[in-house]
Protein backbone atom coordinates (compact mmCIF):
# COMPACT_ATOMS: atom_id res chain seq x y z
CA UNK A 1 0.00 0.00 0.00
CA UNK A 2 3.24 2.36 0.71
CA UNK A 3 2.62 5.24 2.93
CA UNK A 4 -0.88 7.00 3.19
CA UNK A 5 -0.31 10.70 3.67
CA UNK A 6 -2.25 12.52 6.19
CA UNK A 7 -5.10 14.95 4.86
CA UNK A 8 -4.87 18.47 5.47
CA UNK A 9 -7.22 18.27 7.93
CA UNK A 10 -5.88 15.18 9.73
CA UNK A 11 -2.96 17.57 10.31
CA UNK A 12 -4.67 20.14 11.70
CA UNK A 13 -6.25 17.52 13.84
CA UNK A 14 -3.04 16.23 14.76
CA UNK A 15 -1.99 20.23 15.46
CA UNK A 16 -4.83 20.50 17.72
CA UNK A 17 -4.50 17.53 19.88
CA UNK A 18 -0.94 18.29 20.89
CA UNK A 19 -1.75 22.24 21.79
CA UNK A 20 -4.19 20.46 23.67
CA UNK A 21 -2.24 18.51 25.61
CA UNK A 22 0.34 21.53 26.16
CA UNK A 23 -2.59 23.46 27.45
CA UNK A 24 -3.06 20.62 30.11
CA UNK A 25 0.33 20.09 30.93
CA UNK A 26 0.72 16.78 29.42
CA UNK A 27 3.92 14.98 27.86
CA UNK A 28 2.17 12.73 25.63
CA UNK A 29 -0.77 12.98 23.48
CA UNK A 30 -3.70 10.62 24.19
CA UNK A 31 -7.13 9.75 23.25
CA UNK A 32 -8.47 12.71 24.89
CA UNK A 33 -6.48 15.20 23.61
CA UNK A 34 -7.65 13.96 19.48
CA UNK A 35 -10.66 13.85 20.35
CA UNK A 36 -10.74 17.43 21.39
CA UNK A 37 -8.34 18.34 18.46
CA UNK A 38 -11.74 16.28 16.36
CA UNK A 39 -13.97 18.95 17.78
CA UNK A 40 -11.90 21.64 17.00
CA UNK A 41 -11.11 21.41 13.37
CA UNK A 42 -14.73 22.42 12.10
CA UNK A 43 -14.88 21.23 8.62
CA UNK A 44 -13.86 17.38 8.28
CA UNK A 45 -16.18 14.41 8.21
CA UNK A 46 -15.57 13.73 11.58
CA UNK A 47 -16.36 17.60 12.88
CA UNK A 48 -19.47 17.02 11.52
CA UNK A 49 -20.62 14.13 13.03
CA UNK A 50 -19.59 15.36 16.42
CA UNK A 51 -21.81 18.00 15.78
CA UNK A 52 -24.78 16.53 14.37
CA UNK A 53 -24.51 14.63 17.57
CA UNK A 54 -24.51 17.54 19.73
CA UNK A 55 -21.02 17.23 21.27
CA UNK A 56 -19.67 20.13 22.55
CA UNK A 57 -15.95 21.46 22.86
CA UNK A 58 -16.09 23.07 25.99
CA UNK A 59 -18.52 20.10 27.64
CA UNK A 60 -16.09 17.36 26.33
CA UNK A 61 -13.01 19.67 27.93
CA UNK A 62 -14.95 19.61 31.09
CA UNK A 63 -15.52 16.32 31.35
CA UNK A 64 -11.82 15.62 30.35
CA UNK A 65 -10.84 17.65 33.13
CA UNK A 66 -12.95 16.08 35.76
CA UNK A 67 -11.71 12.71 35.31
CA UNK A 68 -8.42 14.11 35.85
CA UNK A 69 -9.10 15.46 38.70
CA UNK A 70 -10.89 12.82 40.02
CA UNK A 71 -8.39 10.10 39.41
CA UNK A 72 -5.50 9.98 42.23
CA UNK A 73 -1.72 10.72 41.46
CA UNK A 74 0.40 8.02 42.26
CA UNK A 75 3.36 10.27 43.19
CA UNK A 76 1.53 14.09 43.26
CA UNK A 77 4.91 15.49 44.00
CA UNK A 78 5.96 14.94 40.93
CA UNK A 79 3.33 15.51 38.50
CA UNK A 80 3.16 19.02 40.37
CA UNK A 81 6.39 19.33 39.01
CA UNK A 82 5.92 18.23 35.60
CA UNK A 83 3.30 20.23 35.29
CA UNK A 84 5.23 23.77 36.16
CA UNK A 85 8.15 22.84 34.21
CA UNK A 86 5.40 22.96 31.40
CA UNK A 87 3.45 25.68 32.07
CA UNK A 88 4.82 28.12 29.91
CA UNK A 89 3.40 26.08 26.80
CA UNK A 90 -0.39 26.13 27.82
CA UNK A 91 -2.84 25.57 30.98
CA UNK A 92 -1.33 23.09 33.17
CA UNK A 93 -3.28 23.90 36.13
CA UNK A 94 -5.66 20.80 36.17
CA UNK A 95 -3.67 17.84 37.32
CA UNK A 96 -4.49 18.54 40.35
CA UNK A 97 -7.23 20.85 40.24
CA UNK A 98 -10.10 21.57 43.29
CA UNK A 99 -13.81 22.16 42.70
CA UNK A 100 -13.32 26.00 43.71
CA UNK A 101 -10.45 26.16 41.36
CA UNK A 102 -12.22 24.52 38.22
CA UNK A 103 -15.62 26.17 39.31
CA UNK A 104 -13.60 29.83 39.29
CA UNK A 105 -11.80 28.62 35.82
CA UNK A 106 -15.67 27.89 34.62
CA UNK A 107 -16.91 30.87 35.54
CA UNK A 108 -14.22 33.15 34.06
CA UNK A 109 -14.74 31.61 30.77
CA UNK A 110 -18.48 32.85 31.27
CA UNK A 111 -16.91 36.23 32.05
CA UNK A 112 -15.17 35.84 28.62
CA UNK A 113 -18.51 34.95 26.61
CA UNK A 114 -20.43 37.75 28.57
CA UNK A 115 -17.77 40.10 27.38
CA UNK A 116 -17.66 38.86 23.43
CA UNK A 117 -13.47 38.61 24.28
CA UNK A 118 -11.87 35.90 22.31
CA UNK A 119 -9.06 35.41 24.81
CA UNK A 120 -8.91 34.64 28.65
CA UNK A 121 -7.07 37.16 30.30
CA UNK A 122 -6.35 37.90 34.45
CA UNK A 123 -9.26 40.33 34.48
CA UNK A 124 -11.61 37.33 33.18
CA UNK A 125 -9.85 35.14 35.83
CA UNK A 126 -10.46 37.69 38.78
CA UNK A 127 -13.93 38.41 37.87
CA UNK A 128 -14.23 34.60 38.25
CA UNK A 129 -12.88 34.74 41.66
CA UNK A 130 -15.09 37.72 42.72
CA UNK A 131 -18.56 35.12 41.31
CA UNK A 132 -17.84 32.20 42.84
CA UNK A 133 -18.33 33.51 46.06
CA UNK A 134 -17.06 30.67 48.20
CA UNK A 135 -13.50 29.02 48.49
CA UNK A 136 -9.92 29.33 50.56
CA UNK A 137 -9.47 32.51 48.40
CA UNK A 138 -12.86 34.27 48.75
CA UNK A 139 -12.27 33.78 52.76
CA UNK A 140 -9.22 35.03 52.60
CA UNK A 141 -10.71 38.60 50.71
CA UNK A 142 -13.10 38.58 53.31
CA UNK A 143 -11.11 38.21 55.81
CA UNK A 144 -9.04 41.30 54.68
CA UNK A 145 -12.44 43.30 54.44
CA UNK A 146 -12.45 43.37 50.52
CA UNK A 147 -15.51 43.63 49.05
CA UNK A 148 -16.29 41.56 46.34
CA UNK A 149 -18.57 43.43 44.74
CA UNK A 150 -16.43 46.35 44.57
CA UNK A 151 -13.99 44.06 42.53
CA UNK A 152 -16.28 43.16 40.61
CA UNK A 153 -17.22 47.17 39.44
CA UNK A 154 -13.77 47.93 39.27
CA UNK A 155 -12.91 45.18 36.60
CA UNK A 156 -16.32 45.79 34.57
CA UNK A 157 -15.85 49.44 34.71
CA UNK A 158 -12.46 49.22 32.73
CA UNK A 159 -13.28 46.60 30.14
CA UNK A 160 -15.33 47.18 26.82
CA UNK A 161 -17.41 44.87 24.78
CA UNK A 162 -16.29 43.08 21.82
CA UNK A 163 -18.55 44.08 18.70
CA UNK A 164 -18.40 40.21 17.27
CA UNK A 165 -20.12 37.34 19.40
CA UNK A 166 -17.51 34.80 20.34
CA UNK A 167 -17.83 30.88 20.53
CA UNK A 168 -15.76 29.04 23.69
CA UNK A 169 -13.88 26.37 21.09
CA UNK A 170 -11.29 28.47 21.13
CA UNK A 171 -10.28 30.99 24.09
CA UNK A 172 -6.12 31.17 24.27
CA UNK A 173 -4.95 32.80 27.58
CA UNK A 174 -3.27 35.67 27.54
CA UNK A 175 0.44 35.52 28.18
CA UNK A 176 0.05 37.33 31.72
CA UNK A 177 -2.96 34.53 32.49
CA UNK A 178 -0.58 32.10 31.93
CA UNK A 179 1.88 33.92 34.49
CA UNK A 180 -0.88 34.17 37.05
CA UNK A 181 -1.01 30.02 36.57
CA UNK A 182 2.86 29.40 36.28
CA UNK A 183 2.77 31.42 40.04
CA UNK A 184 -0.38 29.86 41.31
CA UNK A 185 1.57 26.32 40.69
CA UNK A 186 4.98 28.14 41.81
CA UNK A 187 2.85 29.10 45.57
CA UNK A 188 1.31 25.77 45.63
CA UNK A 189 4.41 24.59 45.54
CA UNK A 190 6.09 26.72 48.01
CA UNK A 191 3.40 25.81 50.54
CA UNK A 192 3.32 22.42 49.76
CA UNK A 193 0.20 21.26 48.61
CA UNK A 194 0.09 19.09 45.95
CA UNK A 195 -3.17 20.43 44.55
CA UNK A 196 -4.25 23.68 42.92
CA UNK A 197 -7.22 26.10 44.79
CA UNK A 198 -8.51 28.97 44.73
CA UNK A 199 -6.45 30.52 47.02
CA UNK A 200 -2.80 29.91 45.17
CA UNK A 201 -4.40 31.60 41.82
CA UNK A 202 -5.31 34.49 44.15
CA UNK A 203 -1.76 34.76 44.99
CA UNK A 204 -0.93 34.54 41.70
CA UNK A 205 -3.10 37.15 40.58
CA UNK A 206 -1.31 39.32 43.14
CA UNK A 207 1.98 38.52 41.92
CA UNK A 208 1.61 39.12 39.00
CA UNK A 209 1.43 42.94 38.64
CA UNK A 210 1.14 43.97 35.71
CA UNK A 211 -1.95 42.52 34.55
CA UNK A 212 -5.84 44.33 34.77
CA UNK A 213 -6.22 41.98 37.41
CA UNK A 214 -3.08 43.07 39.55
CA UNK A 215 -3.68 46.40 39.37
CA UNK A 216 -6.95 46.24 40.66
CA UNK A 217 -6.16 43.90 44.22
CA UNK A 218 -3.44 46.63 44.50
CA UNK A 219 -5.51 49.48 44.34
CA UNK A 220 -8.17 47.99 47.29
CA UNK A 221 -4.97 47.03 49.15
CA UNK A 222 -4.76 43.78 48.81
CA UNK A 223 -1.02 42.32 49.54
CA UNK A 224 0.82 39.32 48.94
CA UNK A 225 2.04 38.93 52.78
CA UNK A 226 -1.03 39.58 53.79
CA UNK A 227 -2.72 36.76 51.69
CA UNK A 228 -0.38 34.58 52.11
CA UNK A 229 -0.57 34.61 55.93
CA UNK A 230 -4.21 34.27 55.44
CA UNK A 231 -4.17 31.12 53.69
CA UNK A 232 -1.78 29.68 56.22
CA UNK A 233 -4.00 30.45 58.98
CA UNK A 234 -7.24 29.07 57.25
CA UNK A 235 -5.58 25.78 56.57
CA UNK A 236 -4.00 25.25 59.82
CA UNK A 237 -7.20 26.35 61.64
CA UNK A 238 -8.96 23.54 59.23
CA UNK A 239 -6.61 20.73 59.95
CA UNK A 240 -6.69 22.00 63.84
CA UNK A 241 -10.67 21.22 63.90
CA UNK A 242 -9.74 18.19 61.70
CA UNK A 243 -11.68 18.91 58.53
CA UNK A 244 -11.18 16.78 55.53
CA UNK A 245 -9.63 17.98 52.77
CA UNK A 246 -10.86 17.66 49.71
CA UNK A 247 -8.32 20.15 48.60
CA UNK A 248 -5.28 17.81 49.06
CA UNK A 249 -7.14 14.46 47.58
CA UNK A 250 -9.05 15.61 44.65
CA UNK A 251 -12.80 15.16 44.08
CA UNK A 252 -14.20 12.28 44.42
CA UNK A 253 -16.29 11.28 41.58
CA UNK A 254 -19.90 11.84 43.92
CA UNK A 255 -18.05 15.17 44.93
CA UNK A 256 -18.26 16.13 41.07
CA UNK A 257 -21.77 14.77 40.18
CA UNK A 258 -22.75 16.83 42.88
CA UNK A 259 -20.79 19.67 41.96
CA UNK A 260 -22.14 19.38 38.23
CA UNK A 261 -25.55 19.37 40.25
CA UNK A 262 -25.16 22.60 42.21
CA UNK A 263 -24.06 24.07 38.96
CA UNK A 264 -26.96 23.16 36.95
CA UNK A 265 -29.44 24.24 39.69
CA UNK A 266 -27.60 28.10 39.92
CA UNK A 267 -28.16 28.05 36.31
CA UNK A 268 -31.32 27.75 36.34
CA UNK A 269 -31.98 30.55 39.14
CA UNK A 270 -30.04 32.79 37.07
CA UNK A 271 -32.14 32.14 34.18
CA UNK A 272 -35.39 32.30 35.97
CA UNK A 273 -34.36 35.68 37.32
CA UNK A 274 -33.53 37.09 33.82
CA UNK A 275 -36.61 36.22 32.83
CA UNK A 276 -38.64 37.70 35.91
CA UNK A 277 -39.54 33.87 36.71
Same mark, same amino acid.
Given at each position: MG???????????? !??????????????? /??EH??????????????QVLQ????????????????? &?????AEPAQRLHSATSTVSSGVSM??? &????????? $??AR???LRFNHDYIGTDHILLGLSEEGSGVAVDVLKNLDVDLKRIRQEVEKRLSHGTTMVTPEQLPFTPRAKKVLELALEEAGNLGHNYIGSEHL?? /?????????AGKVLREMQ???????????????????? /? !????????? $?????????IRDLEERVRKLEEKSGG
Open positions: QLPFTPRAKKVL !EFALEEASWLGHNYI /GTLLLGLIREQEGIAANIKVRLEDVREEIMEIL &CAEEAFDR &CTHHARRLM $SLEEVLL /GLIREREGLVRFHDAHTQIVELVERREER /G !ESRQDSRGP $SREDLLLER
